[in-house]
Protein backbone atom coordinates (compact mmCIF):
# COMPACT_ATOMS: atom_id res chain seq x y z
CA UNK A 1 0.00 0.00 0.00
CA UNK A 2 1.75 3.48 -0.61
CA UNK A 3 2.19 5.97 2.18
CA UNK A 4 1.50 9.22 2.10
CA UNK A 5 3.12 12.18 4.11
CA UNK A 6 1.62 15.57 3.93
CA UNK A 7 3.85 18.53 4.46
CA UNK A 8 4.00 22.58 3.73
CA UNK A 9 1.54 23.58 6.52
CA UNK A 10 2.51 27.29 8.68
CA UNK A 11 1.28 30.33 9.54
CA UNK A 12 0.25 32.83 7.08
CA UNK A 13 -1.38 36.29 7.18
CA UNK A 14 -4.82 36.41 5.43
CA UNK A 15 -4.40 37.07 1.68
CA UNK A 16 -1.52 34.79 1.64
CA UNK A 17 -0.84 32.18 0.21
CA UNK A 18 0.73 28.00 0.39
CA UNK A 19 1.51 25.23 -1.24
CA UNK A 20 1.16 21.54 0.72
CA UNK A 21 2.63 19.20 -0.71
CA UNK A 22 1.86 15.22 -0.49
CA UNK A 23 4.56 12.40 -0.50
CA UNK A 24 3.95 8.97 -1.58
CA UNK A 25 6.44 6.05 -1.44
CA UNK A 26 5.08 4.86 -4.17
CA UNK A 27 3.78 5.34 -7.55
CA UNK A 28 0.55 6.92 -8.05
CA UNK A 29 -0.15 6.92 -11.22
CA UNK A 30 -2.96 3.81 -10.89
CA UNK A 31 -4.69 5.53 -7.83
CA UNK A 32 -8.03 6.68 -9.19
CA UNK A 33 -8.41 9.11 -7.19
CA UNK A 34 -6.54 11.32 -4.30
CA UNK A 35 -7.78 14.09 -2.33
CA UNK A 36 -7.41 16.92 0.07
CA UNK A 37 -9.09 17.17 3.96
CA UNK A 38 -8.83 19.28 6.54
CA UNK A 39 -10.35 19.27 10.10
CA UNK A 40 -10.74 22.70 11.69
CA UNK A 41 -10.63 23.51 15.14
CA UNK A 42 -13.07 21.75 17.28
CA UNK A 43 -14.59 20.26 13.93
CA UNK A 44 -14.97 17.56 11.74
CA UNK A 45 -12.42 16.50 8.71
CA UNK A 46 -13.98 17.75 5.69
CA UNK A 47 -13.66 17.66 2.21
CA UNK A 48 -11.47 19.84 0.04
CA UNK A 49 -10.33 18.86 -3.18
CA UNK A 50 -9.98 15.67 -5.11
CA UNK A 51 -8.74 14.72 -8.42
CA UNK A 52 -8.66 11.79 -10.02
CA UNK A 53 -6.17 9.39 -12.50
CA UNK A 54 -7.31 11.55 -15.69
CA UNK A 55 -7.06 14.79 -14.23
CA UNK A 56 -10.37 15.37 -13.45
CA UNK A 57 -10.68 17.92 -10.57
CA UNK A 58 -13.56 18.52 -7.72
CA UNK A 59 -13.72 21.18 -5.65
CA UNK A 60 -15.65 21.99 -1.94
CA UNK A 61 -17.95 25.23 -2.27
CA UNK A 62 -15.83 27.32 -0.01
CA UNK A 63 -12.24 26.60 -1.51
CA UNK A 64 -13.20 26.63 -5.08
CA UNK A 65 -11.44 29.32 -6.89
CA UNK A 66 -8.84 29.77 -4.15
CA UNK A 67 -7.48 26.30 -4.09
CA UNK A 68 -6.06 24.16 -6.67
CA UNK A 69 -5.17 20.51 -6.62
CA UNK A 70 -2.39 18.96 -8.71
CA UNK A 71 0.02 15.68 -8.76
CA UNK A 72 3.01 15.21 -10.69
CA UNK A 73 2.89 11.66 -11.12
CA UNK A 74 7.21 11.63 -11.51
CA UNK A 75 7.55 12.48 -8.70
CA UNK A 76 4.73 10.61 -6.65
CA UNK A 77 3.54 14.01 -5.24
CA UNK A 78 0.33 15.42 -4.81
CA UNK A 79 -0.13 19.20 -4.60
CA UNK A 80 -2.57 22.00 -3.22
CA UNK A 81 -1.93 25.43 -3.77
CA UNK A 82 -3.92 27.65 -1.28
CA UNK A 83 -3.98 31.89 -2.25
CA UNK A 84 -6.43 34.19 -0.45
CA UNK A 85 -6.42 32.08 2.65
CA UNK A 86 -8.90 33.19 4.78
CA UNK A 87 -8.91 32.42 9.13
CA UNK A 88 -11.42 29.80 7.93
CA UNK A 89 -9.48 28.00 6.54
CA UNK A 90 -7.13 27.16 9.34
CA UNK A 91 -6.87 23.17 9.77
CA UNK A 92 -5.22 20.32 9.89
CA UNK A 93 -4.86 18.88 6.45
CA UNK A 94 -4.86 15.67 5.14
CA UNK A 95 -4.08 14.13 2.01
CA UNK A 96 -5.52 10.15 1.49
CA UNK A 97 -7.23 7.92 -1.29
CA UNK A 98 -9.51 5.55 -0.31
CA UNK A 99 -8.80 2.46 1.80
CA UNK A 100 -5.85 4.48 3.22
CA UNK A 101 -5.61 5.19 7.15
CA UNK A 102 -5.23 9.18 8.09
CA UNK A 103 -1.67 10.17 8.25
CA UNK A 104 -0.71 12.94 10.93
CA UNK A 105 -1.63 16.18 8.61
CA UNK A 106 0.23 19.19 8.51
CA UNK A 107 -0.94 22.55 10.86
CA UNK A 108 -2.29 25.70 8.13
CA UNK A 109 -2.95 28.35 10.91
CA UNK A 110 -4.33 31.56 8.79
CA UNK A 111 -4.20 34.55 11.42
CA UNK A 112 -2.50 38.17 11.42
Known amino acids: QVQLVESGGGLVQPGGSLRLSCAAS????????MGWYRQPPGKQREFVATITTDGNTYYADSVRGRFTISKDNAKNTMYLQMNTLKPEDTAVYYC??????WGQGTQVTVSS
Open 96 to 101: NYPGQP
Open 26 to 33: GSILRIPI
